[in-house]
Every structure is written in structure tokens, then in C-alpha cells.
């Protein structure tokens, strides 16, 4: 019942910039927290950067200072701009939000399909 589509990858150089989006749809009554997971062949799972409804954020360790995490509440959508990427930056980007329905009382974790983003040297 709910959907998120990410956009914006792409193939970039060393130094480049791109900017995802993460669209949500569906009968969807509010969105908590939205964040960025990134995924390279053979590695975990990791958390790029998250956002709460209000507007606070979180970042990796390796990404502070280079991307940038928003929101539009009213479109339901996450975005996150990448600047100065690096070739260890190249990985699958897969949105994330916690999700309430119409006529559900809990939040539930969706995923998007992931965008393909990569850096060369």
C-alpha cells in the first residue's frame, strides 16, 4: 500500500555532486523518520543519513559535511544532495521511511527499489 521511488543516481566523477529524491505514495496518514541506506557488492547495509518530522538529523561518519539530508513534508518526499563524492561513495542508495496509514494506529518500515550511484576515479 505505500511506495517510495528514489531518482537521481547516476554514474559521476570523483568530485562530482547528485542530488536523490525518495518519493512516498499511498494512503499514507504521516511519516516519522526518512533516511538514506547505501549498499556496495558484498557489504553490509549501512545508514547514510536520516531525518525526523521535525527536522533533525543524522549522519555516517563518512559522509559529514559532504551530503545533505531534507525533506518535504507536504510532497512526502526525502532528498539527499551529495557533493565532493568519492569512488567509495558507489553503492545502491535505498530509501527509507517509517510510514502510518489511514486507519492504522502503528508506524511500519518501508524500502524503495534503490538507485544505482557511481563514482569513478
Known amino acids: 500500500q505505500v511506495q517510495l521511488v528514489e531518482s537521481g543516481g547516476g554514474l559521476v566523477q570523483a568530485g562530482g555532486s547528485l542530488r536523490l529524491s525518495c518519493a512516498a505514495s499511498?494512503?499514507?496518514?504521516?511519516?516519522?523518520?526518512m533516511g538514506w541506506y547505501r549498499q556496495a557488492p558484498g557489504k553490509q547495509r549501512e545508514l547514510v543519513a536520516g531525518i525526523t518530522s521535525g527536522g533533525s538529523t543524522n549522519y555516517a561518519d563518512s559522509v559529514k559535511g559532504r551530503f545533505t539530508i531534507s525533506r518535504d513534508n507536504a510532497k512526502n518526499t526525502v532528498y539527499l544532495q551529495m557533493n565532493t563524492l568519492k569512488p567509495e561513495d558507489t553503492a545502491i542508495y535505498y530509501c527509507?521511511?517509517?510510514?502510518?496509514?489511514?486507519?492504522?494506529?502503528?508506524?511500519?518500515?518501508?524500502w524503495g527499489q534503490g538507485t544505482q550511484v557511481t563514482v569513478s576515479s
Open positions: 499511498g494512503s499514507i496518514f504521516s511519516i516519522n523518520t
Open positions: 527509507n521511511a517509517d510510514v502510518r496509514l489511514y486507519y492504522t494506529s502503528g508506524y511500519y518500515s518501508h
